[in-house]
């Protein structure tokens, strides 16, 4: 059964405890600022509509996640903007 | 000097009452003076945990609304010397106590004893303030799982808003089998996340429910690793510096040689 998990999760290198431990990572995180994963992904849609008004992303390369600094935890974004050259070559 | 713990998670089912019930015999098994209160009021089980329910007269709430006085109410452990249990009510809800009345419940019973040990409901409501309403310190019991360990989180940040040290925690129904294929959060894993200063870690062993279900709290047998590892805990709450870990991984370490030198290696097998 516990082959079968991994192999359906293809995480054979990953034991579960490895997973149980990111899982409450990112969970903690996000209690603690009382932000659920879903909320943050709207306010990136949001952040994102906005930036895009002026200038041209790269979405799917774009990043905004909650991370634990020393005493404090930061919204870390990074947003990935096309250099205009791009803009102009033909598709 | 006198000291109020209670013994809190967040989440049921983790470990409270019997964290509470050992702790309270081991202390008092080592010479201290042990009120154990219950303060799930509502659903009381302490008194189950510690085979003491069929001498209940009265109860916490009896005594804060003035029926008895808080000697009528105490319940003087044969077995063990210098333990007392204040049980809770079983048909009243919690809102039937406040915080306020609590403190002063807790603060007379510091009169009296070098310990008063609260055993907290879960959740994070009125049941949970009252608990915490008189304590000096707080035990955070967690099980090595995800959502235990969330709620512990949560209830760490609560300890700290009402002002109280920095509690200690201890890890419930911890079984190494589990830990050294990977399948379950080590010692290191889980203080990395909670980052709060570890009491003990306690097995996860047959002898608990076996102890419940006799009424006989498992610190009681000297045989029992689970015992030895809740007796090492309350010598740490004691105050006894550097009392080490137990080595309770299945035949290995001191214990477990003792325990088949000693002939009673049936009872080391009962860890999973
Ligand atoms: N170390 C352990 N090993 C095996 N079973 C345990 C252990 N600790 C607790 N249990 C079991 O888990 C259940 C819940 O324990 P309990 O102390 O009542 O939790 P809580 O007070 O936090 O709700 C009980 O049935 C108990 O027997
Ligand atoms: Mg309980």
Redesign the pocket.
Known sequence: MNTLINKLFNRDNRTSKDDAKQRLKVLLIHDQVDLTPAQLDAMQDEITAVIQKYVEIDRDNSIVRLERGDDRIALISSVPVRRVIERALPA | MSECIVIT?GK????????SANLGVALALQGATVAVVDADIGLR?LDV?LGLENRIVYDLVHVIEGECRLKQALIRDKRADGLYLLPAAQTRDKNAVTPQQMRELTDKLKEEFDYVLV?CP?GIEQGFKNAVAGADRAVI?TTPEVSAIRDADRIIGMVEAAELPEPQLII??YRNKMVSRGDMMNKEDILEILAIPLLGI?????D??IS?NRGVPAVFDEASV?GEAFRRCARRVAGEPDVPELDFSEGNGLWGTMKRWMGFGAAAQGVA
Do not use: F, L, M
Request: no cysteine.
């Open positions: 998670s049921g089912g983790v470990g409270k009452t019997t964290t089980n945990i055993d879960a019991v419930n129904r306690i097995p996860d062993h047959e608990i429910i419940a689970v």
